[in-house]
């Protein structure tokens, strides 16, 4: 059938607008899976790149190309216009091949036809592997994409699962998934967060640490970060907790702690003194005890009585240590060459190491004490010496006297030495110390000695004193007399 000049007029001239708008070539090759990838008007070809429809390549993978007007079956016999003017033949015989009656393109499909991805997410592969479909926007994968000779493939970090789209990646909730996926050998199980592509585990509870996966208690009393008093209590820790007493002799919450040192408060359980021992002794060490007396004030001072060392009334204040020389003087004078040694434990020593004559030094104690209820007193004491020898030449008078006063200093009695230090004789030096036998060139030294020398009636008052006195005639050198320890017994 042919078609009458007036159709194909009107063919023809909507063939030219469809060929002629819209087509804008692209800036450079783009790659597509199907025409919805291309710019207007483009197609995607078969080897998956946009191109311009009417061109050599458009041939072949696209159901929707336009038909081709030129062939046997569709030609169009002498019924256009002529060049030189002339009326055209009209063609009476009915075209088949347009048919005027419907659209020549149907505006509700696209002009280029779509590849759909397969439910593996690949597209159709290309003939030679040549395209990377990852290289355009990672292949339109959520995390990463995998070029296969079949076309790609998405895949997920760990901690991700694939979608059901086979590109997005959904966060798995390790949380969720396990009862709990932390650590739970500690001392309290840890807390599980979800993390994007993770989780974590971290402590929640109070006073409580994580450390090498686990949850475990802190130790407030090993850590110093208790509120516990500082002096007189204890912290005890337990697993989420830690608690405070106050010790022995202390009382208080244990936050706060104060020392029992008084009547109503007094001894390791800060009771009460009553009856023989009324009062309180802090005894300087952290302790204290109930005792019958702390001062003289305590006892029957109109019978005499004071509190002795021991916490006791008692007419006789003995044992009672008069000196030891350890840090000062204690209440000692001195007189002469009587030095206290620092070189040691702490003693008085007396010096004397050149020729002397008629020399007499004393270390008295200045402070009257009251004996005068003691009726068995003894003063107690150690003393060395050490002589200097003159081997051609008879030792001289060298000699140390221990004496006692009962009237404050006014008259004073000799002790006798109870006993004589080794290289001594009563025959020399009857009543003092001495350097030994005249008779001898050999060294009469002694090494310490100790005294225990019962005082007389006349030193048993209420105002005695001791002293030591270093005393020569016409002497050579002598290296030291030693003096340490003195008590009362």
Known sequence: ?????????????????????????????????????????????????????????????????????????????????????????????????????????????????????????????????SVNECDQNNGGCAQNCADTADGYTCSCDDGYTLNADKHACDDNDECTENTNPCDNNGDTPATCANTPGSYTCTCTALRFEFTNGSCFDIDECTAGTDNCAETGSSCTNSVGLFSCAC???????????????????????????????????????????????????????????????????????????????????????????????TTSDGWMRYDDDSHKTNYDHSLTYATDINIA?????????????????????????????????GDGGGSWNTLVPTPYPANQSSSRCSNCYCDGDSSSFSEKSFGWTAQNITLPVACKTSAVRIRFRAKGTDSWAINYWGIDTVILN
């Open 247 to 341: 010790d022995d002799y202390y009382d208080g919450d244990g936050t706060t702690c104060a020392l029992c040192d008084t009547d109503g408060k007094c001894g390791a359980d800060c009771l009460s003194c009553e009856g023989a021992t009324p009062h309180c002794k802090d005894n300087g060490n952290g302790t204290t005890q109930c005792v019958q007396c702390t001062d003289n004030a305590h006892c029957n001072t109109g019978a005499g009585e004071v509190c002795n060392a021991q916490n006791i009334c008692t007419a006789c204040p003995l044992p009672l240590t008069i000196a030891t020389w350890a840090s000062d003087d204690e209440g000692w004078t001195r007189t002469g060459n009587w030095v206290r040694e």
């Open 1 to 129: 059938m042919k078609m009458s000049r007036g159709r194909l007029a009107f063919f023809l001239s909507g063939l030219s607008l469809f060929a002629f708008t819209a087509c804008t070539p692209p800036e450079e090759e783009t790659y597509c899976e199907t025409s919805y990838d291309c710019p207007d008007g483009w197609e995607c070809g078969p080897e998956y790149v946009c191109i311009e429809p009417g061109t050599d390549n458009n041939t072949g993978g696209n159901d929707n190309a336009l038909p081709d007007t030129i062939g046997p079956d569709t030609a169009v016999e002498e019924d256009l216009p002529t060049d030189d003017g002339e009326a055209p033949v009209t063609d009476t015989e009915e075209d088949t091949f347009i048919d005027t009656d419907e659209p020549l393109i149907d505006a509700d499909e696209p002009t280029t036809g779509d590849i759909e991805p397969s439910d593996t997410n690949d597209i159709t592969p290309d003939s030679d592997n």
């Open 373 to 405: 209820g003691c009726s068995a007193a003894t003063l107690s004491f150690s003393i060395t010496f050490m002589d200097y020898v003159y081997t051609t030449d008879a030792d001289k008078s060298e000699k140390m006297y221990v004496e006692c006063s």
